[in-house]
């Protein structure tokens, strides 16, 4: 298969959107707790845990004695 070298490149969009979707968006980001929102967002990311490196097994110094 032939893949673009450019990364940047997306899928166009299938369809476009609406009048009433755009409508919906500007509400939807236009909204006055937005600073509310986006505290509560950051303060509830800072409580989650990394996840693990996939990369590296967690049980490799077990090897030797298995």
């Known amino acids: 298969m032939n893949y673009p070298t450019n990364l940047q490149v997306y899928a166009p969009s299938f369809t476009s959107l609406e009048e009433r979707d755009w409508k919906v968006m500007i509400e939807l980001f236009d ?36």
Request: overall charge negative; charged content about 40%; glycine content about 2%.
């Open 31 to 66: 909204r006055e707790d937005g600073d509310e929102i986006e505290s509560d967002i950051k303060s509830n990311l800072l409580l989650i845990t990394p996840e693990p490196c996939l990369e590296h097994d967690p049980f490799d110094f077990l090897r030797e004695y298995l």
